[in-house]
């Protein structure tokens, strides 16, 4: 079956720029949709097909997909951004829905 | 308003049975893949199964494969996730989710949660 490997946790400093990487057998050819979410909620898409915001998600927050790896950036990391991430992908060849590990967020 | 509202989440014994709601409003189902997917306890998410809004196409996760089974009701506008053979790993919370009918597969919309938990 495909695999999604995330790192267990980032940290950055507040206003720095936070990296979350997902990484997959040519992972760039696949869309990779990325979610947030926070303790006791439920997850929030907040990139779409390797780049694209959903209405009301931050310009701060974007995405990329090349090779083997996808990657969620956040511009100027707030407090607010603390969370748990997941990335996410279909699996034509099982034509099943697979998540990452997901990555856990925490704002310095 | 958009929404998803699941219900049904309790107490069960392994080996018993629990049948999940999943109520929409704001939208019909017409187009739109609807899902579950769980997450137990202080673990990630798990995509458990979808079916498409007709009911012509229904897919499991082999964790769950033989021993669950996703419906419809459009006439309802409710999905429900039949959960036979419980076994104490299948404790989690249960998200319902839509995805549409685009064939890009994400979840745009998802409730809030509801917990079962497998426990003797």
């Known amino acids: 079956s495909y695999e999604l490997t995330q790192p267990v946790s980032v940290s950055v400093a507040l206003g720095q720029t936070a990296t979350i990487t997902c990484v997959g057998t040519?992972?760039?050819?696949?869309?990779v949709h990325w979610y947030r979410q926070k303790p006791g909620q439920a997850p929030v898409l907040v990139i779409y097909?390797?780049?694209h915001r959903p209405s009301g998600v931050p310009e701060r927050f974007s995405g990329s997909n090349s090779g083997n790896t996808a990657t969620l950036t956040i511009d100027r990391g707030q407090g607010g951004d603390e969370a748990d991430y997941y990335c996410?992908?279909?699996?034509?060849?099982?034509?099943?829905?697979?998540f990452g590990g997901g990555t856990k967020l925490t704002v310095l | 308003e958009v929404q998803l509202v699941e219900s049904g989440g309790g107490l069960v014994q392994p080996g018993g049975s629990l049948r999940l709601s999943c109520a929409v409003s704001?939208?019909?189902?017409?187009?739109?893949?609807m899902h579950w997917v769980r997450q137990a306890p202080g673990k990630g998410l798990l995509w458990v199964s979808r079916?498409?809004?007709?009911?012509?196409?229904?897919i499991y996760a082999d964790a769950v494969k033989g021993r669950f089974t996703i419906s419809g009701d459009n006439a309802k506008n409710t999905v429900y996730l039949q959960m036979n053979s419980l076994r104490v790993e299948d404790t989690a919370v249960y998200y319902c989710?839509?995805?549409?009918?685009?064939?890009?597969?994400?979840?745009?919309?998802w409730g809030q949660g509801v917990l079962v938990t497998v426990s003797s």
């Open positions: 989710a839509r995805s549409d009918g685009d064939g890009y597969n994400f979840f745009d919309l």
């Open positions: 704001g939208f019909t189902f017409s187009g739109s893949w």
């Open positions: 079916i498409y809004f007709d009911g012509s196409d229904t």
């Open positions: 040519d992972i760039g050819s696949k869309n």
């Open positions: 097909r390797d780049i």
């Open positions: 996410q992908v279909w699996d034509s060849r099982t034509r099943t829905i697979v």
